[in-house]
C-alpha cells in the first residue's frame, strides 16, 4: 500500500512547508492560487462528469445523497469537528499569521476534506492500487496535493495536516476492499461513479472560489449510492 502512504506523506508535507514559508509568501500569491485550484478541481470535475454512460442513475444518486447527508447533518458535524481541531491546535501550536473568520476557516476547511478524502482521483486510484498495484494516479494526485496544503495551511494552519489522516484512512479502507468493489466496477459503473464524483469535485470548486457554498460534506453519500443504482439501471433500462 504504496500510494495512501505517499498521498498522505504529501498533504503533510504540504502543510509544513506552507507555515514555515507563511512570511515569506506574499499576499498576492496568497489570494490568487486558490482560485486556480478552485478552477483545477472543477476542471477535474467536467473531465469526469463527461465519463458518465447513465445520467439519470447518476441524477438520482445525487439526490439520494445529498437528501440522506441533509437528514444526516453531515457538514454540520465535520464543521463542529474542524472547530474542534482548530481549538486542540491552537492550545499546542501557534495560530496561523493570516487566521480567517471562524465560518470562513470551517467553510474552508469542510471543502478542504471533500477535495482531499473524496476526489474522484484519489477513489480510483486506491481502489486500482488494491487490484493492480498500480499507484500513478496517487502519485499524480499527491504532487497537486503538495500545493494545494501549502496554500491553505497558510491560513488554516496545522489543521490542514489533519486531513492526512482522514485520507489515508479512506484510501486504506478502498486499497483493503477493492477486491470486493471492483468486480462491479465495469465500464458503465466506473463511468457513471467517475460522473457522480466529478459533480463533488465541481460543487468543491465552486466553494472554493466562493461562488456558491454548496454544503459539499452532504454530497459524499451519493458515492455509495451511485455503483448499485449504476447496476440496476442497466439492467432494468439498458
Known amino acids: 500500500m504504496i500510494g495512501p502512504l505517499i498521498n498522505g506523506s504529501a498533504i503533510i508535507i504540504g502543510g509544513l512547508l506552507g507555515i514555515s514559508l507563511s512570511r515569506f509568501i506574499p499576499q498576492r500569491l496568497r489570494d490568487g492560487l486558490p482560485p486556480a485550484f478552485a478552477m483545477i478541481s472543477i476542471a477535474m470535475g467536467i473531465t469526469l462528469v463527461i465519463k458518465v454512460h447513465q445520467l439519470p442513475a447518476v441524477a438520482l444518486a445525487v439526490v439520494l445523497g445529498v437528501a440522506l447527508g441533509e437528514l444526516l447533518k453531515l457538514e454540520h458535524g465535520i464543521q463542529l469537528a474542524g472547530i474542534w481541531i482548530q481549538r486542540v491546535l491552537s492550545r499546542v501550536l501557534p495560530p496561523p499569521r493570516h487566521k480567517l473568520p471562524a465560518d470562513v476557516y470551517t467553510q474552508n476547511f469542510t471543502a478542504l476534506i471533500v477535495l482531499f478524502c473524496a476526489s474522484g482521483t484519489g ?3 486506491a481502489l486500482t492500487e488494491g487490484l493492480t498495484g498500480d499507484y500513478q ?3 499524480i494526485k499527491s504532487a497537486l496535493d503538495v500545493f494545494t496544503a501549502l496554500i491553505f495551511s497558510i491560513t488554516l494552519g496545522a489543521a490542514v495536516i ?6 489515508f484512512m479512506v484510501q486504506a479502507l478502498l486499497f483493503f476492499y477493492a477486491q ?3 468486480p462491479f466496477m465495469n465500464d458503465i459503473t466506473m463511468g457513471d461513479f467517475a460522473a457522480c464524483g466529478g459533480i463533488i469535485m465541481m460543487a468543491v470548486g465552486l466553494r472554493i472560489a466562493q461562488i456558491k457554498m454548496f454544503a459539499v460534506v452532504n454530497f459524499l453519500p451519493a458515492l455509495l ?3 448499485p443504482l449504476s447496476i440496476y439501471w442497466h439492467r432494468w433500462f439498458g
Open 123 to 125: 477513489v480510483v486510484g
Open 162 to 167: 489533519s486531513i492526512a489522516v482522514p485520507q
Open 225 to 227: 449510492f451511485i455503483i
Open 137 to 139: 494516479l496517487l502519485i
Open 180 to 182: 470486493l468493489i471492483m
